[in-house]
């Protein structure tokens, strides 16, 4: 269960029943680190490099990645063209789309995919 | 939460979007209730609104023996609160093509299904309908059906003037997931260089290409 605010340098960041921030210009690097903290994880490298991509997905296209197009992204780059999705579950636990949308700052999606 | 019934094996499934009534909708010429069972009819887009009245013309259709009626739960979510009518179960868009592709692929030729299914889409939309027909495309991805969409000039042009649409759309061809041909326009350099093929009108009925597996929106 995912307090509605959080408390964060000072900010109080609301977050809908969901987890996800209710406004994404609240989002910051350190916040992301709060927010994966509270749900247990510590972000590596690889964490980060999925966070900034569902990012920059959704700052272009305006939704979050299909997860088939996350792996084959994430194969590039890790230069490992048999790596599958268990990877990518096993950095995110939850669902890495919508994990990383989470950590990343999006709300919810409104979208059927 | 959706729910599905994911043994039923359907000889036709059909996908309605428009807030068309029953008994003026045609499927390749054929009435509704005359195509062949099981049915599963889909509701998706404005066509959210046919199932909102228990005593609908298309709800009724669920109380003939091998019809089943599904629609798509965010499409009725952006637009209605509550719940439709009870006879019509929630699905989703993957959902659909899971039961599509499992109809097409019982009823047609083998060496059919490796071809890309050919969606065509012909009329100007508002944004939301761009956005609800990208999410059909994107759905099929998602489950790595091969896609041609092929636009007319009308929708084309519609799609083109939608800015934001016509970004996210750009997300089939930057990560390969479907092919997308224009018909009856003149070639854009800058289009072109993004992907987008163009054709003459004529190619409409390019030869080979499979009427079952085709889906017009």
């Given at each position: 269960m995912t307090d509605k605010v959080v408390e964060h340098e000072g900010r109080r960041i609301l977050l809908d029943d969901d987890g996800h921030l209710i406004d994404p210009d609240d989002w910051s690097q350190s916040l992301a680190v709060e927010l994966s903290r509270r749900e247990g994880l510590v972000l590596t490298d690889a964490h980060w490099w999925v966070i900034d991509f569902v990012r920059a997905y959704h700052a272009r296209y305006g939704n979050p990645p299909l997860m088939r197009v996350l792996i084959g992204e994430f194969r590039n780059f890790k230069n490992e063209p048999e790596l599958s999705s268990r990877?990518?579950?096993?950095?995110?636990?939850?669902?890495?789309?919508?994990?990383?949308?989470?950590?990343g700052g999006y709300p919810k999606p409104d979208w059927c995919i | 939460m959706t729910s599905d019934r994911k043994h039923t094996q359907y000889n036709t499934v059909v996908m309605v979007r428009a807030k068309d009534r029953l008994n003026a909708t045609r499927i390749e010429g054929i009435a509704v209730e005359d195509l062949t069972r099981p049915l599963l009819v889909f509701f998706h887009g404005d066509a959210i609104d046919l199932i909102a009245d228990e005593s609908s013309p298309w709800v009724e259709l669920a109380r003939q023996s091998g019809i089943e009626l599904a629609y798509c739960t965010t499409a009725w979510q952006r637009r209605r609160n509550g719940l439709p009518a009870a006879a019509v179960r929630p699905s989703s868009l993957v959902q659909f093509w899971a039961h599509q592709m499992a109809c097409w692929q019982a009823c047609t030729d083998p060496d059919l299904n490796e071809q890309p299914v050919l969606i065509r889409l012909i009329d100007a939309q508002p944004a939301l309908g761009w956005q609800e027909r990208l999410e059909?495309?994107?759905?099929?991805?998602?489950l790595e059906i091969p896609l041609s969409i092929q636009f007319e000039a009308d929708a084309w042009c519609s799609l083109a003037d939608a800015a934001d649409q016509r970004r996210a759309w750009q997300q089939l061809l930057d990560f390969e997931l479907a092919d997308i041909e224009v018909l009856g326009v003149e070639a854009d350099p800058d289009q072109v260089s993004l992907g987008v093929r163009y054709a003459p009108a004529a190619a409409r009925d390019r030869a080979g290409q499979p009427a079952v597996r085709r889906i017009e929106l």
């Open positions: 990877e990518l579950y096993r950095l995110f636990s939850d669902n890495p789309v919508r994990q990383a949308c989470r950590l | 059909v495309m994107l759905a099929a991805a998602t």
